[in-house]
T-cell receptor
Framework: QKEVEQNSGPLSVPEGAIASLNCTYS??????FFWYRQYSGKSPELIMS????GDKEDGRFTAQLNKASQYVSLLIRDSQPSDSATYLC???????????FGSGTRLQVQP | DTGVSQDPRHKITKRGQNVTFRCDPI?????LYWYRQTLGQGPEFLTY????????KSRLLSDRFSAERPKGSFSTLEIQRTEQGDSAMYLC????????????????FGDGTRLSIL
């Protein structure tokens, strides 16, 4: 079992729709969770961080964390073609400084 | 621009040659990380510095790899006797120290160095 799992996609949604990206992790005592966006050929760009159970909203983005289910998700409202990218889920475990990344989910927003 | 800077952006070399990459972190960040990313995968952790001290190394970091951060500012990653399998994007990230209370500072990535081994 991978430490951080994501569906590779592609996830295709029409412009204006809600895109839902999911991630599960295996280390039950993980503390911090991050979503990065990566355009093709570019480096990962941080878009959200979440540390406690529940929802965290930032503009069109909402991160959701459920530590009991070891599940973190990212919702993108009013999806735009410019949101088309690979979304990486990253987890930081207790006592570690490094991030463990999933393989990413490729999102395609259709105009 | 005060982001993480990496040099060079691209490096093409023959198998068996040595290569060195440089990373300049965000100026006030005391933590610096190296990751490697291959096509279709997320970044994989290689090593971590807090100031000039190398505090953590991944099993991925074979003895052909060495990293330094001599003055706690910029860092170099050297790969000796390169192999085909070393072809990847090498990413550097930096962050502030953690403020405690279970919060972790996010890591900010540079644009990476793409290494191609002929």
């Amino acid at each position: 079992q991978k430490e951080v799992e994501q569906n590779s996609g592609p996830l295709s949604v029409p412009e204006g729709a809600i895109a839902s990206l999911n991630c599960t992790y295996s280390d039950r005592v993980s503390q911090s969770f991050f979503w990065y966006r990566q355009y093709s050929g570019k480096s990962p760009e941080l878009i959200m961080s979440i540390y406690s159970n529940g929802d965290k909203e930032d503009g069109r983005f909402t991160a959701q964390l459920n530590k009991a289910s070891q599940y973190v998700s990212l919702l993108i409202r009013d999806s735009q073609p410019s949101d088309s990218a690979t979304y990486l889920c990253a987890v930081r475990g207790t006592g570690r400084r490094a991030l463990t990344f999933g393989s990413g989910t490729r999102l395609q927003v259709q105009p | 621009d005060t982001g993480v800077s990496q040099d060079p952006r691209h490096k093409i070399t023959k198998r068996g040659q040595n290569v060195t990459f440089r990373c300049d972190p965000i100026s006030e960040h005391n933590r610096l990380y190296w990751y490697r990313q291959t096509l279709g995968q997320g970044p994989e952790f290689l090593t971590y510095f807090q100031n000039e001290a190398q505090l953590e190394k991944s099993r991925l970091l074979s003895d052909r790899f060495s990293a330094e951060r001599p003055k706690g500012s910029f860092s170099t990653l050297e790969i000796q006797r390169t192999e085909q399998g070393d072809s990847a994007m090498y990413l550097c990230a930096s962050s502030l120290g953690d403020p405690g209370q279970g919060l972790n500072q996010p890591q900010h990535f540079g644009d990476g160095t793409r290494l191609s081994i002929l």
